[in-house]
């Protein structure tokens, strides 16, 4: 029988990683008023801030699964390695 392997700070680092994107998706507005006044043409800085703001529609949905999916890797990771440290405490008194 096969052996179950998972790379536990890969499920780590990915869930990080996804409350990162999920961090920097919600500052978008705060961060495209840095650039006023250095796109050249007002129109450039019209459509940065037009994209910014003008999809906050579907950014809670977003934002809610960017969370979640979070939260479940890094539940998993801190579940796997539980479950290996009460696996080998039996082998350890041996």
Avoid: C
């Amino acid at each position: 029988m096969p052996d179950l392997a998972v790379d536990v700070d890969a499920l780590e680092t990915f869930g990080g990683q996804l409350d990162s994107i999920r961090t920097r998706m919600n500052a978008a507005r705060d961060w495209t008023h840095q650039y006023d006044g250095q796109m050249g043409a007002s129109q450039v800085e019209d459509a940065l801030h037009s994209f910014s703001s003008g999809w906050k529609d579907g950014r809670t949905e977003i934002d809610g699964s960017l969370q979640a999916l979070s939260e479940m890797l890094t539940n998993a990771a801190q579940n796997f390695r539980q479950a290996d440290a009460d696996l080998a405490k039996p082998l350890q008194k041996k």
